[in-house]
């Protein structure tokens, strides 16, 4: 057990960064001091029914002790940068480690190599669990690569490998160090159930906070393989959705590393599904303005844009715009909005809005300005709704439908992305707090053709739209400026 115990090593460094004695912990936890010598020296472990107050302890005590130095230096090993936050992060740590112990003790897998474990079947559900690994903590500096073929895994296993970091990310912080790509399988013979698409958008969306990239190929059909370099790997055959058999586990470096390589090979240009761009990179090359004089342009809005701004509102957010490490200047948005404009007035766009997306631009007044969230006032909220509804007016090619709320409620927990389709560019832009990972070019034919079809199956179907014509969605709108209206006489 000592080889394995990872969970004591983590503890005694902790401690020793923090020079916090054993007697002095356990006075902090009320604990005879033989209990953490044994935790410390591997010996045993904290049991089950006291492990989350002792971990808890163990953390608060470990940051209250910490030098400055030391306190910098966990502050870049966990991409933190205060105290609540470090805590959460070495209870995380510590429990992971705990659990990982554990579940070696209970294991009923065979020694096939050095730091290598076989098992002849396992649920789902135990494949998963073994795939988070404690190395995912490693958020400073961690390369994965996996090559799964998800879309045929039972939706509950589909939502559990999406979350596989397993940290809690209730800040939704950027973590530059994190590098994963994933392989996956998208020759799927039946599309017309919109959860594959749906899951797809709200996974892309759920990693803007890591360098995260999306293959795809035939090499991932019927497997599940996962490594983490330097760290850890497992592999396995899917051979229904909720089943692998011949596992194999390695924390073995030469092994893992030899999987993450092999893996790393189908990641390439020629199969990369999603291309990250950034909004310079877009008004730039002209992909803003190709997308927008496209043929059939179909847009699925979760949260409102620049597109329907009248112009005395748009120079006024475009003077106060200072978008993050890029150079757009006033004149390329003057120019963008114009054309924008123009387009919106006389071309056919079909136009699906979800519900929830005007009524919370009417409270929060939050606007994806060009990739930048700004905060208008209500009174700016009045004139953009009042525009928006104007702009229906004017031209009767727009067409315009009402998405229910909740379209599946599985994966709400991810705010509602944008996704824009036509016949020659389609691209995402998603909500997350990293601005460089907003925004996605569909980088295969394959994907543009999952979620056009998507877009035109949801736009048909009376399950998924709340509000289809052009009367009662002006009402809708109409309902969302009284709110406004009322926030504004209530000052």
Same mark, same amino acid.
């Given at each position: 057990?000592?080889?394995?115990?990872?969970?004591?090593?983590?503890?005694?460094?902790?401690?020793?960064?923090?020079?916090?004695?054993?007697?002095?912990?356990?006075?902090?936890?009320?604990?005879?001091?033989?209990?953490?010598?044994?935790?410390?020296?591997?010996?045993?472990?904290?049991?089950?029914?006291?492990?989350?107050?002792?971990?808890?302890?163990?953390?608060?005590?470990?940051?209250?002790?910490?030098?400055?130095?030391?306190?910098?230096?966990?502050?870049?090993?966990?991409?933190?940068?205060?105290?609540?936050?470090?805590?959460?992060?070495?209870?995380?740590?510590?429990?992971?480690?705990?659990?990982?112990?554990?579940?070696?003790?209970?294991?009923?897998?065979?020694?096939?190599?050095?730091?290598?474990?076989?098992?002849?079947?396992?649920?789902?559900? @135990?494949?998963?669990?073994?795939? !988070?690994?404690? $190395?995912?903590? &490693?958020?400073?500096?961690?390369? =994965?690569? #996996?090559?799964? +073929?998800?879309?045929?895994?039972?939706?509950?296993?589909?939502?559990?490998?999406?979350?596989?970091?397993?940290?809690?990310?209730?800040?939704?912080?950027?973590?530059?160090?994190?590098?994963?790509?994933?392989?996956?399988?998208?020759?799927?013979?039946?599309?017309?159930?919109?959860?594959?698409?749906?899951?797809?958008?709200?996974?892309?969306?759920? @990693?803007?906070?890591?360098?995260? !990239?999306?293959? $795809?190929?035939? &090499?991932?059909?019927?497997?599940? =393989?996962? #490594?983490?370099? +330097?760290?850890?790997?497992?592999?396995?055959?899917?051979?229904?959705?909720?089943?692998?058999?011949?596992?194999?586990?390695?924390?073995?470096?030469?092994?893992?590393?030899?999987?993450?390589?092999?893996?790393?090979?189908?990641?390439?240009?020629?199969?990369?599904?999603?291309?990250?761009?950034?909004?310079?990179?877009?008004?730039?090359?002209?992909?803003?303005?190709?997308?927008?004089?496209?043929?059939?342009?179909?847009?699925?809005?979760?949260?409102?844009?620049?597109?329907?701004?009248? +112009?005395?509102?748009?120079?006024?957010?475009?003077?106060?715009?200072?978008?993050?490490?890029?150079?757009?200047?006033?004149?390329?948005?003057?120019?963008?909005?114009?054309?924008?404009?123009?387009?919106?007035?006389?071309?056919?766009?079909?136009?699906?809005?979800?519900?929830?997306?005007?009524?919370?631009?009417?409270?929060?007044?939050?606007?994806?300005?060009?990739?930048?969230?700004?905060?208008?006032?209500?009174?700016?909220?009045?004139?953009?709704?009042?525009?928006?509804?104007?702009?229906?007016?004017?031209?009767?090619?727009?067409?315009?439908?009402?998405?229910?709320?909740?379209?599946?409620?599985?994966?709400?927990?991810?705010?509602?992305?944008?996704?824009?389709?036509?016949?020659?560019?389609?691209?995402?832009?998603?909500?997350?707090?990293?601005?460089?990972?907003?925004?996605?070019?569909?980088?295969?034919?394959?994907?543009?053709?999952?979620?056009?079809?998507?877009?035109?199956?949801?736009?048909?179907?009376?399950?998924?739209?709340?509000?289809?014509?052009?009367?009662?969605?002006?009402?809708?709108?109409?309902?969302?400026?009284?709110?406004?209206?009322?926030?504004?006489?209530?000052?």
């Amino acid at each position: 057990m000592k080889e394995k115990n990872r969970f004591s090593s983590l503890l005694k460094r902790l401690m020793a960064m923090a020079g916090l004695k054993n007697h002095t912990l356990a006075m902090q936890l009320q604990y005879d001091e033989s209990y953490i010598s044994k935790w410390v020296n591997g010996n045993s472990l904290p049991s089950d029914k006291t492990a989350e107050s002792v971990l808890r302890g163990i953390s608060r005590c470990i940051v209250d002790t910490l030098d400055d130095d030391s306190r910098q230096a966990l502050y870049l090993e966990y991409q933190v940068d205060q105290d609540d936050d470090l805590m959460r992060a070495a209870y995380d740590n510590l429990q992971s480690e705990l659990n990982y112990v554990r579940e070696l003790k209970e294991t009923t897998g065979s020694n096939i190599a050095p730091q290598t474990l076989h098992y002849p079947e396992l649920t789902l559900a @135990e494949f998963l669990a073994k795939m !988070q690994h404690p $190395s995912l903590r &490693q958020v400073k500096s961690l390369y =994965v690569v #996996a090559m799964i +073929d998800i879309l045929s895994l039972d939706q509950h296993y589909q939502l559990m490998v999406a979350d596989f970091k397993g940290r809690q990310d209730v800040n939704f912080r950027y973590y530059p160090g994190v590098h994963f790509s994933m392989l996956i399988n998208l020759d799927l013979n039946d599309w017309t159930n919109p959860y594959n698409a749906v899951f797809l958008i709200n996974m892309l969306s759920k @990693e803007t906070n890591v360098d995260y !990239q999306l293959y $795809s190929g035939m &090499q991932a059909v019927g497997k599940i =393989v996962f #490594a983490v370099k +330097d760290a850890y790997a497992i592999s396995g055959m899917v051979v229904d959705k909720t089943h692998c058999l011949s596992v194999v586990t390695s924390e073995d470096i030469t092994t893992c590393n030899a999987i993450y390589d092999r893996v790393a090979s189908f990641c390439n240009n020629e199969t990369l599904l999603v291309r990250k761009v950034t909004m310079g990179e877009m008004l730039h090359s002209h992909d803003y303005l190709q997308y927008l004089f496209a043929r059939n342009q179909r847009w699925l809005l979760g949260h409102l844009t620049e597109h329907f701004l009248p +112009d005395d509102l748009h120079e006024e957010l475009a003077a106060g715009y200072h978008p993050v490490n890029e150079s757009i200047d006033k004149e390329t948005l003057q120019k963008t909005h114009i054309l924008v404009k123009s387009i919106l007035e006389n071309m056919d766009i079909q136009i699906l809005v979800h519900e929830d997306a005007l009524t919370d631009f009417a409270v929060s007044g939050q606007l994806d300005f060009y990739n930048q969230k700004v905060n208008l006032t209500p009174q700016q909220r009045l004139k953009y709704l009042q525009h928006f509804t104007s702009l229906f007016q004017k031209n009767p090619r727009l067409n315009i439908k009402m998405l229910r709320s909740g379209l599946l409620t599985d994966l709400q927990c991810v705010p509602n992305p944008t996704l824009f389709l036509s016949d020659t560019l389609c691209y995402l832009r998603l909500v997350r707090t990293a601005p460089t990972n907003n925004i996605s070019i569909l980088n295969k034919v394959q994907i543009c053709d999952v979620f056009r079809r998507f877009f035109d199956d949801i736009w048909t179907d009376n399950k998924y739209v709340a509000i289809e014509d052009r009367i009662s969605a002006a009402e809708m709108v109409q309902h969302v400026i009284q709110t406004v209206n009322i926030l504004l006489q209530n000052g």
